[in-house]
């Protein structure tokens, strides 16, 4: 390939001289005496269809970025496939956007999968397939390369209420809230709260957060959000703050549902368009799935583990040996029984470590994580995971002091550990911990945002 030609075609692209730079990028893929090496028909195929996004040419971006794609010798199918969904998002063809976005985040090389995963739950949204399209936002959610996962989180609030899930949609606008936003975003998650709390029939609640997302006076609700604030003022002044909730239709969003949320297309569709430029990154690791639900197991009724009972039992074992000393003739008879008593024990023991107990035990564990998760970050979390990630894991937890185990699976390596967290607001954010085997104690692997309908 000409490289000076390519780069003069990039300075273009640069001055934002597109029309230029596309020129020259074509007199790079015609030049004869400069033949193209492996990968370099799909580099200039894949910045010619940067260069007809930003002429609103889109039609013309999807013959590029479909060349680009056929260079099996490109190694951007990531980057390359992302652009042509969003291209074929700009023409309306939602079905051939979803196709390219799937093989996007199938690339382990592809640094920005939520950006994916969002424009693959919004067109999904569009086709009416709310269930696949909660399952993107969820994905957009969880990608540790997602710099604000707010509107993942908002709009997968939204997917809640569409399939009439709004305990769901709560916890997940509840979340959310735990991040850092701009205004009109946290204004815009409040008055969708105040939604879900509508349909939920918890009135005094959706009250608040109605009026957490008037507060500024710079945020205007819809017309729906409007009639569920007022049923819900009406509700409360009547001295009823629980009222049957609201039906959400199955098939779709009915018309008093608020779908602010969304991510929307702007006019000509371009908006949305932002083509990755020559230069890659190395992929940063993803969160997995939340997986199949597990039925949960509960703690005995004492609430004690096989060791702490172990404790009690060898100071006991420790008293009546030393009694023994005064007793000459039966020494050996009484020693004998507590070897046996000390085989027992520690048979109980090995069996508790089989069934998943240990010291400290997972509910220790998560308490400390949750008391303070940055202080948490090198005494909580295993060393496999490594340092960095262990802080990514501590930054999407929020610090309680009121931490709640619902529930867990148990197993001699692994647990799985249901917690629930209250929030200063007086929410409350569920997570899943997934935990290993730490010598006798236990250290935490992931940790993800659990939804009440997984266990069902």
């Not at 490109?74 to 799937?102: H, P, S």
């Not at 098939?251 to 008093?256: I, L, M, R």
């Not at 509960?298 to 004690?304: E, K, L, R």
């Amino acid at each position: 390939m000409n490289t000076e030609l390519f780069q003069q075609a990039r300075a273009k692209y640069a001055e934002k001289d597109f029309a230029g730079a596309l020129a020259l990028y074509d007199q790079c893929l015609q030049d004869g005496d400069n033949p193209l090496a492996p990968g370099e028909t799909g580099l200039l195929h894949h910045q010619r269809g940067n260069c007809f996004i930003k002429l609103k040419d889109a039609a013309s971006a999807v013959a590029a970025y479909s060349a680009a794609a056929d260079d099996a010798d490109y190694q951007a199918c990531g980057t390359v496939n992302y652009n042509l969904g969003m291209a074929y998002v700009a023409l309306r063809d939602f079905n051939k956007a979803i196709e390219c976005f799937e093989v996007a985040v199938s690339d382990a090389s592809y640094t920005a999968k939520y950006k994916a995963y969002s424009n693959m739950g919004s067109a999904l949204l569009r086709l009416g397939k709310n269930a696949e399209a909660g399952v993107a936002f969820r994905e957009a959610a969880l990608d540790e390369s997602n710099p604000d996962p707010t509107k993942a989180l908002l709009n997968l609030g939204v997917c809640f209420m569409a399939l009439n899930r709004p305990a769901d949609a709560i916890a997940s606008y509840e979340s959310a809230l735990q991040f850092g936003m701009k205004p009109d975003m946290r204004n815009k998650m409040y008055a969708s709260l105040g939604q879900a709390y509508t349909a939920t029939g918890q009135m005094k609640k959706a009250v608040d957060a109605f009026e957490l997302a008037l507060a500024d006076k710079t945020y205007f609700l819809s017309d729906a959000a409007t009639i569920d604030y007022q049923r819900a003022i009406a509700a409360v002044s009547q001295g009823t703050d629980q009222l049957r909730p609201t039906k959400v239709d199955l098939g779709g969003y009915q018309e008093e549902s608020d779908v602010s949320g969304l991510d929307t297309l702007a006019e000509d569709g371009t908006a949305m368009l932002d083509p990755i430029v020559y230069e890659q990154q190395p992929a940063d690791p993803v969160y997995g799935g939340y997986g199949a639900a597990y039925p949960l197991e509960q703690t005995g009724a004492d609430g004690g583990s096989f060791f702490e009972q172990q404790d009690h039992m060898q100071a006991d074992w420790t008293k009546d040996f030393q009694k023994t000393k005064k007793r000459g003739s039966v020494l050996g008879k009484i020693f004998a029984v507590i070897l046996v008593l000390i085989v027992i024990a520690f048979g109980a023991a090995a069996f508790g470590y089989t069934q998943g107990y240990g010291y400290p035990t997972q509910e220790t564990v998560a308490t400390q994580l949750f008391a303070d998760p940055d202080a948490a970050v090198d005494q909580v979390f295993c060393a496999e995971i490594g340092s960095d990630k262990a802080k990514t894991l501590a930054k999407s937890v929020i610090k309680s002091s009121d931490v709640t185990v619902d529930g867990m699976n148990r197993s001699m390596n692994e647990s799985t550990v249901y917690v629930s967290a209250k929030t200063e607001q007086g929410g409350s954010v569920k997570y899943e911990l997934t935990m290993v085997r730490d010598m006798l104690g236990w250290k935490i692997a992931n940790v993800e945002l659990f939804y009440a309908s997984q266990s069902k």
